[in-house]
Nanobody, 125 residues
Framework: QVQLVESGGGLVQAGGSLRLSCAASGRTFSSYRMAWFRQAPGKERAFVAAITWSSGITYYADSVKGRFTISRDNAKNTVYLQMNILKPEDTAVYYC??????????????????WGQGTQVTVSS
């Protein structure tokens, strides 16, 4: 069974930075694409960023483009989300997700097979 564990969340002032990590467990882990989603209280889970594992091609939501960077380390089975110039509206629980087969729309929740437990990011004004 694949498990994804997020870390790196916390409390930060507006304009600050955080780096989230998502580590996949097991030596059998294989992923076509990994992504970050976030969910604020009372809101639906929303796409943030995605990366195709082998090529490194990245995708971003318009709301974070230019501020957030997604990257991966194949040797460590880990994906990162570097978040800069954070805004109060970035406050949410951030979830890591993995897609094991090719295809699908990178923004769609249904494209992903595994999910982490989430890590809280709070940005104060």
């Amino acid at each position: 069974q694949v498990q994804l564990v997020e870390s790196g969340g916390g409390l930060v002032q507006a304009g600050g930075s955080l780096r989230l990590s998502c580590a996949a467990s097991g030596r059998t882990f294989s992923s076509y694409r990994m992504a970050w989603f976030r969910q604020a209280p009372g809101k639906e889970r929303a796409f943030v960023a995605a990366i195709t594992w082998s090529s490194g091609i990245t995708y971003y939501a318009d709301s974070v483009k230019g501020r957030f960077t997604i990257s991966r380390d194949n040797a460590k089975n880990t994906v990162y989300l570097q978040m800069n110039i954070l805004k109060p509206e970035d406050t949410a629980v951030y979830y890591c997700a993995a897609q094991t087969s090719s295809g699908g729309y990178y923004r769609a929740i249904g494209s992903y097979d595994y999910w982490g437990q989430g890590t809280q990011v709070t940005v104060s004004s």
